[in-house]
C-alpha cells in the first residue's frame, strides 16, 4: 500500500514540473531589432538621392551655362513658336516625359512590388535626371542632327525646363501607380502618335533621327 501511493505521488510531481509543448522555448532565435528593416530609414535614403540627383543636374546645367528660362514671360511654348521650346517651363515635349515617368513607375513596380512609394519615386526622379544629363550633352544634342533651319532645332533646356521636366514626370508615375499596366501601355501610345501628328517629332522619330537618319 505505501509501494502505491509513494508512484502515484510520483506520477504526480512529475506531471506538475512538466513543461506545456506550447510554453517551451523556440530553438531558433528571436531576431535583434537592430537587423528589422526599417521604413523611415530607406525614406530617408530615397530623399537623399531625389536630393543629390537635382543638386547633380542644376550643377551640370549650370557648367553648361544654360539660361535660368525663356525671358518671356510664358509658362507654356504653344506649337506655333517652337523657338519657345526647351526654354519655357512646359512646352508638348512634356508630354513625353509625363509618359516616361507614367512608364518607368509600372515597369519598376512590375520588377520590384515590395518597394514604398518614396523609393518609387526616387527612382523615376534619378532616371529623368540621367536623361536630362545625357540630352543635354552637346555630342547629344549634335547627334540628334537638325539642320541649321529647321524650327524644331534642339539646342539645350533651360534650368526652368529642366527641372520641370523631372517634376512632371513624377507627376506621371503618380497618376499612373492606381492604373492597369495595359492602360497606361495604350495611353502611352496615343500620346507618342498625337505628339508626332501634332509636332512633326516625338520620342521614336528622336530616335530614328539620331541613330537612322
Known sequence: MVNAVLIVATMKDE???AVPPV????????????????????????????VLALAA?????????RPLGCDCSQIWAWPGD???????????YSLLHLIFGAVLVKLVRWKRPDWPL??????????????????N???????FGYSAGDPLAYH?????????????ATLGALLALPVAGWLVALVAIGAEVLLSLWMGDGF??????AFGG
Not at 137 to 143: G, K, N
Open 137 to 143: 550633352l552637346p555630342a547629344s544634342i549634335r547627334m
Open 15 to 17: 506531471h506538475r514540473s
Open 156 to 168: 539645350g533646356d533651360s534650368i526652368v525646363n529642366s527641372l520641370a521636366d523631372t517634376v512632371i
Open 204 to 209: 521614336l522619330i528622336t530616335l530614328w533621327r
Open 82 to 92: 517652337v523657338r519657345l521650346n526647351s526654354r519655357t517651363m512646359l512646352d508638348p
Open 23 to 50: 510554453l517551451r522555448r523556440s530553438a531558433t532565435p528571436l531576431p535583434v531589432a537592430s537587423d528589422l528593416p526599417h521604413p523611415r530609414g530607406r525614406g530617408r535614403q530615397a530623399a537623399l538621392f531625389i
Open 118 to 135: 518614396w523609393t518609387l519615386l526616387a527612382a523615376v526622379i534619378v532616371s529623368s535626371t540621367i536623361w536630362e544629363m545625357v540630352e
Open 57 to 65: 543636374k542644376l550643377a551640370f546645367l549650370a557648367a553648361l551655362q
